[in-house]
């Protein structure tokens, strides 16, 4: 707990209006998009970067926890308060400060919705890559910290290719400029250092981007199969001969059939698995790319090929897609994601070792994955009421991690480590290496303020938060 | 410099011997005089053979305090701030092979001292590149373009060396091996060191091994050769192009100093003040032939002198003649100075008008070559000192005055031990503390980047 003095300080700086210390405020700052709760002692909401700097030197000289936070939409456990303390809110930081598309650039708060950055561009033509299924709450700040990536990083690349510049604010109060608005800066690549750095090196207050023009045209796809493995092996087939579409999405049947149940996407619910394919580019040579990808989607014997004919269709196609974790929380709360990530021409094989520890398990699993990249987001689900198969369920999300591990893969492609896969770090990487990345966090913030008790696995086997409940 | 080696650094080198063969090291004067970098001739060149081996030499040049240099072609030594000190350089000429081609995965591992030509070579028989293109990529290796950030023209399609190399293997100035990243496309793992390391320029650890990025070579390619009166028209293009849904893969700018060879290989000339524009296109047949068609239209509107258009190899030789005129620039005179200015995209050309006043003004020639996509310009000038301060001076601040840098990148010694090489910043003090904490005792690249940092 901290002093009532400091909360006072603290409402000095922003203002009254600008704090919430009560407690059903601060249970609601208790958890993210993970099944982990913890309190904080005070939520603080900054307007601006003398406000974040302010608040900073003072959690410094006082040696007080401070969480940035966004929309809360993580997936791995980022946001939650583990040594209570502050809860810095940026969401009132939510200014789009310059829009230049002659230099391809946006200047925003790290409080901008990633839609509204979007809807904000596309009058112009113009179009910010990553776009996170959580696109819709999830802010700028917070696709910064995980560096999220989204359906579009196949073709476009992931947050990190699109940020720029930062100002930051580093532990002690300081505000520095990292990266900038041109290319090729010299010196050390701190904003890739701080770009999915998971709120632990420090703070940033505004970003710049970089936007690019919207392809001339894009033909959207469904492909529907009665086998996964044709399913994942189409996938490699595409990739494999060259064709970068702008997205390929692969969802289960029992994705499908969950998906349908809340949004009308018009996926097939007796199919084994579904594709979702986006090409882009010049109108004149889309033809090409969709002739190409169908034949390879029926040489893997696809049932049926749909290609969306109005922007109703792809959008309603879509939409299904972007629902999708939406829609496994209105059936099922708990559940867990992984995000475990393997080589492209993998996907079949690990698609197939999702399936088997499943059985293994005896536990269910949906699956959607952005294939073109080899991620997958198998969604293990569980009876909150019985703690047994919540367990069961992680020891399920582990083993899926250690095959994606020994398939040359990575335990996140793109949702951060947090406090889920803490400990999946060992399995993951050298002391060596954890060593250098404790000593980046100790350049940055030696006094460990910044998101304390995430990412790097404790020496001793942690005691993890409690268990939350099945408010969600 | 100090003639009497102490013992402990004759131990070191003794050491060397026994870690990588005494047949991969050279001692004496004469076999390390060509090793000389900024006037500093090292006592020792080791040639190591594996990660493990590097891991080792670096470990006993940590603990003797031995300052080390990693050496891949060379071609980088003379840029940016000067070396302080150089007992041995770290060759990684030997460790040139490919350790996994995958594929499938279109991702290929090698080791840091595989020259970019040579693995284009082996690669192409896959039908796969690694769209990386520095201008000295015949002889550079892959490790020293990932530690100096070395990008060439296809960075406007395809990113920088940050967005192509998924993990590198770094030996860490205290003898520790390091892995960063891995084969995956996407990887969020942990904090991205593989960032830290790529344009380190040495300082931070050694590269010893990489993951790159690979594409399938492209059906099709075209280089459009544009001429221009005047810069100006040629920039009006460029903003129109860029504003387009057009995907070039180059968008290169020579001014009449610059682009003459260019000219000359294709069969034409410039006049003074005339502007040369390179826009290439690849992808699929479809692609380039809408490019081809669109781009000459834009620059028909736009009052081009000449518009040619040459498909697949037919824009080879001019392309080449292109890639040669740094060096072509550099060779004829050795008190040339190389500059490079970053501004925003749209403010290339005031940048090039900018230049042109100040070379009117000293009566001086400056040839200039831009990657107008990214906003980078180069240029090259040679003058005596006196009046070289002041141009540079006046060239910072007209880059300064467009919100964007202009720093030294090669220069006589002289020059860059007299001159600030880099732009002001206020994030190198962190760049420092990250440099004390990885290298303690400052034995890697000793004075280069950070220590240039003022």
């Known amino acids: 707990m901290i002093a009532p003095s400091i909360i006072k300080d603290l409402a000095r700086i922003v203002g009254k209006e600008n704090i919430l210390a009560d407690l059903k405020d601060l249970l609601a700052y208790s958890y993210d998009a993970t099944m982990r709760q913890e309190m904080p002692d005070v939520i603080v909401f900054p307007r601006n970067t003398e406000h974040v700097s302010a608040i900073m030197k003072l959690a410094h000289r006082e040696k007080i926890a401070v969480v940035p936070r966004g929309a809360g939409t993580n997936l791995s456990g980022g946001t939650i308060p583990v040594k209570g303390g502050i809860v810095l809110e940026i969401s009132r930081m939510n200014r789009i400060l310059e829009i230049n598309t002659a230099d391809r650039r946006a200047v ?31 802010t700028m700040g917070g696709n910064i910290g995980e560096n999220a990536g989204g359906p579009l990083c196949l073709r ?37 250092l701080f770009i999915g750095s998971e709120g632990m090196l420090g703070i940033a207050t505004k970003l710049i981007l970089h936007i690019i023009p919207k392809p001339e045209a894009s033909r959207t796809m469904l492909a529907i199969f009665d086998r996964l493995e044709d399913c994942s092996q189409a996938v490699s087939d595409i990739i494999g001969a060259g064709i970068v579409p702008g997205a390929i999405e692969l969802l289960d049947q029992k994705m499908c059939q969950v998906i349908e149940q809340s949004v009308k996407a018009g996926y097939p619910t007796d199919a084994a698995g579904i594709l979702l394919i986006e090409v882009a580019g010049l109108a004149n040579a889309l033809e090409k790319q969709v002739q190409e990808i169908s034949q390879f989607c029926q040489k893997n014997n ?57 059985e293994k398990y005896k536990v269910l699993i949906v699956n959607v994955a952005h294939a073109g990249d080899g991620n997958l987001h198998p969604l293990i689900l569980f009876d909150v009421n019985k703690p047994e198969e919540h367990e069961t369920a992680k020891k399920a999300g582990d083993d899926i991690l250690d095959a994606c591990i020994a398939m040359g893969g990575t335990i996140s492609g793109e949702h951060g480590i947090g406090l889920e896969k803490m400990n999946a770090m060992r399995h993951m990487f050298d ?13 940055f913030d030696p006094d460990d303020i910044f998101n304390p008790g995430k990412m790097f696995p404790p020496e001793a086997e942690a005691v993890l938060p409690k268990e939350k409940g099945a408010a969600r | 410099m100090d003639n009497t080696v102490s013992q402990e650094k004759q131990a070191f080198y003794q050491k060397l011997g026994e870690i990588a063969g005494t047949s991969n090291v050279l001692t004496g004067e004469k076999a390390t005089a060509c090793y000389t970098v900024d006037g500093i001739t090292p006592q020792a060149i080791v040639h190591p053979a594996s990660t493990e081996q590097v891991a080792n030499i670096v470990r006993a040049a940590n603990e003797s305090r031995i300052t080390l240099v990693p050496w891949g072609s060379g071609s980088k030594q003379q840029i940016g701030p000067c070396l302080e000190a150089a007992d041995t350089m770290l060759c990684l000429g030997n460790m040139n092979q490919i350790v996994e081609l995958d594929a499938s995965n279109f991702s290929v591992q090698v080791q840091a001292g595989i020259v970019n030509g040579e693995l284009q070579k082996q690669l192409a028989e896959k039908n796969l590149f690694f769209p990386l293109d520095p201008l000295y990529m015949e002889t550079s290796t892959i490790g020293g373009e990932i530690a100096t950030n070395s990008s060439g023209p296809r960075q406007f399609m395809y990113s920088t060396v940050r967005d192509l190399v998924l993990g590198v293997t770094v030996v860490s100035p205290t003898g520790d091996i390091i892995h960063t990243g891995g084969k995956t496309m996407k990887n969020v793992a942990g904090i991205d060191l593989c960032r830290m390391y790529i344009g380190s320029w040495g300082t931070l650890g050694v590269i010893t091994e990489a993951v790159l990025r690979l594409f399938p070579l492209p059906e099709a390619s075209a280089g459009l050769y544009i001429t221009f009166n005047d810069a100006e028209d040629a920039f009006r293009m460029v903003g129109q192009l860029l504003n387009s849904p057009l995907t070039p893969s180059a968008i290169e700018f020579l001014d009449s100093v610059a682009g003459h060879s260019v000219a000359e290989t294709l069969g034409s000339g410039l006049n003074d003040g005339d502007a040369l524009l390179i826009v290439n296109a690849e992808g699929t047949r479809g692609d380039v032939a809408r490019h081809c068609q669109d781009v000459s239209a834009l620059a028909k509107t736009n009052k081009a002198k000449t518009i040619m258009a040459l498909e697949d190899e037919k824009a080879f030789p001019a392309w080449m003649a292109y890639r040669g005129v740094q060096g072509a620039m550099l060779g004829a005179n050795h008190s040339i100075v190389q500059g490079k200015a970053a501004v925003p995209i749209s403010k290339l050309g005031d940048m090039v008008q900018q230049v042109k006043k100040i070379s009117a003004s000293h009566s001086v020639k400056i040839g200039l070559t831009a990657h107008c996509g990214n906003g980078i310009l180069y240029t090259y000038l040679a003058e005596e000192h006196e009046a070289l301060l002041r141009i540079t001076d006046e060239l910072k601040r007209a880059a300064a005055s467009l919100n964007g840098f202009f720093l030294i990148e090669l220069a006589p010694l002289s020059v860059r031990k007299e001159i600030d090489i880099l732009p002001p910043r206020n994030d190198y003090p962190l760049m420092r503390r990250l440099k004390a904490e990885f290298d ?9 980047l950070v220590g240039g940092l003022g």
Not at chain 1, 110 to 126: E, F, K, M, R
Not at chain 1, 167 to 178: K, P, T, W
């Open chain 1, 108 to 138: 925003v708060e790290p409080g901008v919705i990633n839609l509204d950055l979007q809807n904000a561009l596309a009058p112009l033509g113009y179009f910010y890559p990553p776009d996170p299924a959580s696109q819709k709450t999830s």
């Open chain 1, 156 to 192: 476009y690349g992931v947050t990190s290719k699109y940020v720029f510049g930062m100002e930051v604010v580093l532990a002690d109060g300081e505000v520095i400029n990292i990266g900038d608005y041109v290319e090729d800066f010299p010196g050390y690549d701190l904003r890739g």
């Open chain 1, 302 to 358: 696809a049932r049926e090929l749909r290609i969306a004919q109005t922007n109703a269709e792809r959008d309603a196609i879509w939409a299904g897609r972007r629902g999708a974790f939406g829609s496994v929380a209105r059936i099922c709360p708990p559940y867990i994601v992984c995000d475990g990530t393997v080589p492209r021409d993998k996907l079949p094989a690990a698609l197939h070792k999702v399936g088997e520890i499943a």
């Open chain 1, 431 to 443: 002391p060596s290496d954890m060593a250098a990345m404790r000593r980046v966090k100790h350049v």
């Open chain 2, 440 to 448: 303690p005792n400052n034995i890697l690249n000793r004075g280069r």
